[in-house]
């Protein structure tokens, strides 16, 4: 992964100079020499901000109701305490 830094003035004369850096890694966009805007492809910034999928995200998918799913009974079935 390569990082790119262009000042604000660089990334507005050749935007498409910063989009073809962006293919190799993460442009650092500085103003008055600080940063402040990072140029991600999409491709990137999905897999940074999607998490691993959550049970529930998947449960509500449209279309879930019509997979076959038949769980397995557990042979343990539960017991009161005893107490004494």
Do not use: W
Not at 23 to 52: N, Q, S, W
Not at 57 to 68: F, H, K, Q, R, T
């Amino acid at each position: 992964m390569t990082i790119c830094t262009l000042s604000a003035r660089q990334f507005n004369q050749d935007v498409s100079k910063a989009k073809k850096a962006a293919m190799a890694g993460p442009v650092f966009i500085t103003d008055r020499g600080e940063p402040a805007h990072v140029l991600l492809t999409f491709d990137a910034y999905k897999k940074i901000t999607c998490g691993p999928a959550k049970i529930a995200d998947l449960l509500a998918m449209p279309g879930v109701a019509d997979v076959p799913f038949d769980a397995p009974q557990s042979p343990d079935v539960a017991q009161a305490a005893d107490f004494s």
